[in-house]
């Protein structure tokens, strides 16, 4: 039990480290498995704008994007300090690695949505984590490191000394985001493709209840200035393509309307990609921006076309305007990557059909059918724990893969076929047939990318699929169990599942 529940420990003090931090190492861990981007393995920019804050300030860094290129372990057991950033789906990998750097003597730092969430949980393997925007606590953080004394004034510490543990209360986030340098990509040290991501704002004014968004970086929109915008898209090679990392690029749509005009202006006109809402098509000066400006894609949270399910997902919209909205971007030549989350506690298999049935018939580009995930941090993972709906707490399967809760309408194994079934759908060869028909070659290549993606999915998740068709205690009212019974039943075969696979990877080893 924490002795400081996020209260401040002013009194708490560590040890001064036995040479100071120079050497520093910042580790994203890969993957779990394939997804729809995988194509596109792109780096989060977290550990890319700390980096250039560290070298600042005098240290040397290093950066290992592990879905871009292989972690250095000797370049990792010689640094002074290492830093781990994780998402959920990471976590196991994060924890394993901070576990394997703790034991070479090296002192371990995590950060991420994460950790942010449950420091406790990272505290059994890491030296201490850094909870939200980390770029106003790095430096501070090394500086009591370094001098053994002030890790109770570190905003967003959690950290353990002898058998206590200390959660600083959260400080201020980043109130100018001006004043971030840009992401340093060099530090990757690996081919970034032609796709690069540039972030203009932090937050989002919306709260869906399966985000984790509002949680990390409020709902307070934060942007940085249009003129800033530009300079850092003026270092880029005109010839790749932008993706604009916002959580919601045109929430506030007067600023969003001011960038893309200075852009127009300024000739800086380069392919982007953003995420948006269905609503931002009701502003058809915008959308005139949005084509001008040469916007050529944009992802769009439809989540779902059952209104019960909208409403309980806080999404205030109804399928007759995602409908207009799909009209609107083709109208204006942008194409539509409709993102729909299914399993919400007002679907059953019937809304899940139609909403993979909605995606064909309004000619949506492409599509991602993710199962609804209860992320720590999220509305929707408070419910699931206070419910007791939780099947595992295997952080690898929180990838939107996965079915790791137990619907409500739905039985488990229903939800996942469903899944499966969607994506099969969409991507069938009659599909792919249709773009030929039309010409359209952009959208053959997509759908048979993505259809090659779904069947190496499905080839390597073949023992989770056969695990989850034996959830005979698939609906709990079904057969006169609990939840919780369920869901211990459900999760032995899920961890059996995850120890068949590591040994079938230690005899695969073997056998080399």
Not at 86 to 102: E, F, G, H, M, N
């Amino acid at each position: 039990m924490a002795d400081f529940l996020f209260g401040a420990a002013p009194a708490a003090k560590g040890g001064a480290m036995k040479k100071p931090v120079k050497k520093i190492v910042l580790i994203e861990p890969r993957s779990p498995d394939y997804h729809i981007f995988s194509r596109y393995r792109l780096p989060r920019l977290g550990a890319l704008i700390l980096g250039p804050i560290l070298e600042q300030a005098g240290h040397y860094v290093k950066v290992f994007v592990e879905d871009m290129i292989e972690i250095d372990f000797k370049a990792v057991f010689e640094a002074d300090l290492v830093g781990i950033s994780t998402i959920t789906s990471t976590a196991p990998r994060a924890y394993a690695l901070a576990a394997q750097i703790k034991k070479h003597g090296v002192p371990v730092v995590m950060g991420g949505p994460h950790v942010t969430w449950l420091p406790d949980e990272a505290l059994q393997y890491t030296d201490y984590v850094l909870r939200g925007e980390a770029e106003g606590s790095i430096l501070p953080f090394i500086n009591a490191i370094d001098t053994g004394e002030g890790l109770g004034d570190v905003p967003g510490l959690s950290f353990r000394v002898g058998n206590h543990t200390y959660h600083n209360p959260m400080g201020e986030r980043c109130p100018d985001l001006d004043s971030l340098p840009f992401p340093d990509f060099s530090l990757v040290r690996a081919n970034l493709g032609s796709i690069r991501p540039v972030m203009t704002s932090r937050g989002c004014p919306h709260d869906c209840s399966f985000c984790t968004v509002t949680g990390m970086f409020g709902r307070a929109y934060r942007f940085r200035s249009k003129e800033n915008v530009l300079r850092e898209l003026r270092t880029i090679d005109p010839k790749q393509v932008i993706f604009f990392y916002d959580d919601n690029f045109a929430a506030n749509r007067n600023r969003t309307k001011e960038l893309l005009e200075l852009m127009i202006e300024e000739k800086i006109t380069p392919k982007w990609t953003a995420q948006v809402r269905c609503d931002v098509t009701k502003d058809r000066e915008l959308m005139e921006l949005f084509r001008r400006a040469n916007c050529y894609y944009v992802y769009v949270g439809i989540e779902s076309v059952n209104p019960d399910s909208l409403v309980a997902f806080n999404k205030k919209l109804t399928v007759e305007q995602i409908e207009e909205s799909v009209k609107v971007f083709h109208e204006f030549g942008i194409r539509v990557h409709g993102m729909f989350v299914l399993g919400s506690d007002e679907d059953t298999v019937a809304t899940v059909r139609e909403t993979a049935k909605f995606a064909k018939k309004n000619q949506i580009d492409t599509v991602q059918f993710m199962i609804l995930t209860p992320l720590p941090g999220s509305q929707q993972y408070r419910q699931m724990v206070e419910e007791n709906r939780l099947l595992t707490t295997d952080w690898g399967l929180y990838d939107a893969h996965h079915v790791v809760f137990q619907p409500k309408r739905m039985s488990p194994l229903e939800l996942q076929v469903e899944n499966f079934r969607a994506m099969r759908s969409f991507y069938s060869i009659s599909q792919i047939l249709h773009r030929i028909s039309k010409l359209d070659l952009i959208g053959v290549f997509l759908k048979s990318y993505a259809r090659r993606l779904e069947r190496n999915w499905s080839a390597r998740n073949k023992n989770y699929y056969n695990v989850v068709k034996q959830m005979k205690t698939d609906a709990a009212d079904r057969v006169n169990l609990t939840w919780a019974k369920a869901r211990d039943d459900i999760a032995r075969r899920i961890q059996e599942f995850k120890d068949r696979n590591v040994a079938n990877a230690a005899k695969a080893k073997e056998h080399k």
